[in-house]
């Protein structure tokens, strides 16, 4: 059996449900907590395709839902062969932010659209026949005639085409090899930004000088939540003030001193143009 290595995203907004239908398929579990993805969380599974006498061994990445952090997304975008494109079934703006937001993002990443399905998500809270769902059938068969894709409607609770929609994705997967684009020019910033932004920039900063997402990514996630730095709401230059400062602190456990220091001092740079 040939043994592929692919790695898929799921995009969408908050609490569509992206983190859920990763650990349904991972763990075939599930849970009403809902815990906010700071960065993105990763997992691996492998798929074996016997007919095809394939193996595929998936990296799965849940990246964070809040717009804004185009940097953090992009970058945990990178390398990635196929995407889910998720909205909830419950709230129509998540499905106007598909068109508008994720998938120009992801084009932009990968230097053309990588095979996308669409997930609308949340099954088993909307009615068969309610004109809600009628809303989002008809939507979503409008945006896979602009992108030659497919659509599910699923349930994490229930895992209700769940399993079906990561084994398409993988074939597909399987056919599409991504465009690595450089993010060096994330150091230069010359005008005034927001914190959100600054944090966007850290962030990726981390992930550049320790070695990529699967490493950081955990580490982002314990930090950004023993800080209380809500990453949904407003964040204050008090917020990366403790953030920059942490950081040093983590970096000087992998880093020797003199790199530290320069990459502490460029923080410090970035954080003076928030206004």
Known sequence: MKTFKKKIVLLGDGAVGKTSLVRRFV???????YIVTIGANFKKKTIEYPKLDIQLDLMIGDLIGQQGFENTQKFNMRGSSGAFIVCDLTRKDTLKSLDRYWIPLLKDVLGSVPPIIFLANKLDLVSPDSEELKFFRKELIELCEKYDARYYLTSAKTGEN???????IGIYALKFEPEMKSMDSIYIVENEISAQKALDIFKVQL??????EEFVNPI????????KIDVRGNITVEDLKMFVERMREIERSFLPEEEVQKFYIKRMGILSRVH
């Open 162 to 168: 769940v399993e079906n929609a990561f084994r398409e």
């Open 220 to 227: 982002l996630q314990k930090q950004i939540s023993d800080l």
């Open 27 to 33: 763990f075939n579990a599930f849970s009403d907590e």
């Open 207 to 212: 992930y550049m000088e320790l070695g990529g």
